[in-house]
């Protein structure tokens, strides 16, 4: 079976640092995406960036990067320099290409960013 | 583009009664879906289609009919609402599989209600 852990329930990070989050999955699917979500309190869900499970090198997008350990089978998501936006609940899923098209998401993380 | 849009933004139905949630995207994307999102929880999928005419079963679909006539629409029916339908509804639409991430471009959602 398919499924995305996220363990930190909350996280504070102070302006202008650098958080991570984590995630590990399960799956026994040699191929597989992963996924980062932003939801801010606003409600809507924002792809951030994406992994594949062939890919050599971590993925990055801006301030967003993705700690990629197969072997670990984690995919934790690191922000560096936090600002006061990026406050909201953060998601980890994964799409287990024999599994389907459709994405398992984790329970998230919520992410405080202070001044 | 409007990307994915969802109708309504909020309803409160009473229990037994019906209603559809309205989705539609202009990407031209092959793959739909619907999730919802229970309080502190990740998104659960309970329809999608990967065409029109062409639509599966998710995780949780008790309680729920999807169609999908056009490429573009891809509605949501509830029939006899109860409280634990009670959630945030999101439609989310996707290209095939091989065309870039294959990442999922998620609508604004729909709080329902059932009391």
């Known amino acids: 079976a398919q499924k995305i852990t996220q363990t930190q329930p909350g996280m504070f990070v102070q302006e202008k640092e650098a958080v991570t989050l984590d995630c590990t999955y399960d799956t026994s699917d040699p191929s597989y995406g992963l996924f980062w979500y932003k939801q801010p309190s606003s409600g809507e869900m924002i792809f951030l960036i994406y992994?594949?499970?062939?890919?050599?090198q971590n993925a990055t997008e801006g301030r967003y990067s993705l700690n990629f350990q197969k072997a670990r089978k984690s995919a934790n998501l690191v922000i560096s320099a936090s600002q006061l936006g990026d406050s909201a609940m953060y998601f980890c899923?994964?799409?287990?290409?024999?599994?389907?098209?459709?994405?398992?998401f984790g329970k998230g993380t919520t992410l405080s960013v202070s001044s | 583009n409007a990307g994915v849009t969802q109708t309504p933004k909020f309803r409160i139905l009473k229990i037994g009664q019906s209603m559809t949630l309205q989705c539609a995207q202009d990407m031209n994307h092959n793959y739909m879906y619907w999730y919802r999102q229970d309080p502190g929880m990740g998104l659960k999928l309970i329809y999608y289609s990967v065409g029109a005419g062409i639509t599966d079963k998710g995780e949780v679909p008790n309680g729920y009919n999807v169609s999908r006539s056009t490429t573009e629409d891809f509605p949501l029916r509830l029939e006899l609402a109860a409280p634990s339908q009670t959630s945030v509804y999101f439609c989310a639409s996707s290209s095939m599989p091989g065309q870039g991430h294959h990442e999922q471009y998620f609508g604004p959602g729909t709080r329902l209600t059932v009391t």
């Open positions: 992994q594949g499970s062939y890919d050599q």
């Open positions: 899923a994964m799409r287990a290409n024999q599994a389907g098209t459709a994405l398992i």
